[in-house]
């Protein structure tokens, strides 16, 4: 039977950083969602719709004005011209651990922390019920852009000293990998994960505003990145495919499941009760989830997490867990690895926990269902198949730099 509803025109996304890996992803992605998603970025990008600095109030005034976002040629001339005012954002642009080498810290300050500070009050502005003069749509019969919510990308880099097991253990004795939840401290060993975590607190502050009802959702993304390892060690410990796969057991997750947490934390954050005669919001308007691989890890017993932290010449230490854990979960892999000259990691020594985000809304979560599991990826590698997403594919490699800064760069 046919619905009586009205068919709704899709909800306009803005994607900052739309030029970088996942911004780019989100771009690629969003339409398959039901969503329009418009770019932004400093750098041109076929996936960019309007190049510009998030930081930019003017440049925020102007796109969260309906009149003035249709009259651009960049959307006039597309094909959404009666393109839906912005209703979410998705905060993907950074000044990321690469461009520790080639950019100051004052520009990480001011990149990472003031410009995302003027993002968030603007679209906090949106949810008041009072315009300005100077807002071409001020008036009661205009529309009106109101932000209903916003996905900050924030990543596992934020715990840094966290994230090594802890110093307090007895000396000599072998120390478990490290359990990583959202209540693992905070403890930046860097100027990335120091701006990174202070821009978490900064949505904090902006969602708890009496005068600002914007939702607010930070998503701490694990390694996603194509491009190899920067250290040096690991790079020669494995080959980089090799290595990537052993690291989707316990730090990594795949882009397009990067996307469907995107997806679900916009859904989170706008879900509704129809209980009675009116809806009713109740969706999240604040929390911090990691948006990691599910790890196959965590329901080990202690000795094996110790293990997990162990180097072992005679391969008894990680090595020995990583085989038994990916052999019960996809038997015949040992002999398939063997085949191609693969080796499991020798050490562990963290272990992301994802299955908040994985909860259901109603329980606190964002009911993300992750589907490029390290399960899935040793099944396809069994039958010979391409063990990551199309989407990674499609993204591809994109380097942080216009010239040669590390392994990072490409030319």
């Not at 996304?13 to 970025?41: E, F, K, Q, W």
């Not at 968030?120 to 209903?148: F, H, Q, V, W, Y």
């Not at 040793?378 to 997403?389: A, K, M, N, Q």
């Amino acid at each position: 039977m046919a619905s009586s509803t009205p068919t709704l025109r899709p909800e306009t996304v803005l994607v900052t950083g739309s030029s970088g890996h996942l911004g780019r992803a989100l771009m690629l992605s969003l339409p398959s969602y039901g969503y329009t998603p418009i770019g932004l970025d400093i750098k041109p990008n076929s996936t960019t719709t309007f190049i510009g600095s998030f930081g930019d109030a003017s440049l925020l005034q102007n796109l969260f004005s309906p009149s003035w976002l249709r009259a651009q040629p960049e959307i006039s001339s597309s094909n959404h011209p009666n393109l839906e005012p912005i209703s979410h954002i998705i905060h993907c642009a950074t000044l990321h651990k690469p461009h520790i080498e080639s950019h100051t810290k004052a520009q990480f300050v001011q990149t990472n922390i003031a410009d995302t500070l003027t993002l968030l009050e603007a679209a906090a502005a949106t949810t008041t019920t009072t315009t300005t003069s100077g807002d071409p749509d001020a008036n009661t019969n205009s529309e009106r852009t109101t932000i209903k919510s916003f996905t900050y990308i924030s990543t596992t880099s934020t715990f840094g000293r966290s994230l090594s097991p802890l110093p307090f253990f007895v000396p000599g004795v072998p120390k478990p990998a490290v359990h990583i939840t959202e209540q693992t401290p905070c403890l930046p060993k860097n100027i990335y994960g120091l701006t990174k975590s202070s821009a978490e607190d900064l949505c904090y502050l902006i969602s708890s505003s009496s005068s600002s009802s914007l939702p607010i959702i930070i998503l701490k993304t694990s390694r996603f990145f194509p491009e190899a390892d920067d250290d040096a060690d690991r790079r020669n410990m494995l080959g980089d495919e090799n290595l990537k796969l052993c690291e989707l057991a316990y730090r990594r997750v795949d882009i397009a499941d990067i996307v469907s947490a995107c997806v679900a934390s916009i859904r989170a954050q706008q879900t509704t009760s129809t209980r009675g005669t009116s809806n009713k919001r109740i969706g999240r308007n604040f929390g911090k989830y990691i948006i990691s691989s599910p790890s196959p890890f965590l329901d080990l017993p202690q000795e094996d997490w110790v293990r997990l932290n162990t180097s072992s010449p005679d391969g008894a230490g990680a090595e020995k867990v990583f085989a038994e854990v990916a052999e019960r979960l996809c038997p015949g892999i040992g002999a398939v690895m063997e085949q191609k000259g693969w080796k499991w990691l020798g050490r562990v020594d963290r272990v992301y926990d994802s299955r908040l985000a994985m909860e259901e809304t109603e329980n606190g979560g964002l009911g993300w269902k992750p589907e490029w599991t390290f399960q899935r990826a040793l099944e396809r590698i069994v039958r010979g198949e391409e063990w990551r997403s199309g989407l990674t594919r499609e993204v591809g490699k994109l380097g942080y730099h216009d010239r040669v800064w590390g392994v990072y760069t490409t030319e």
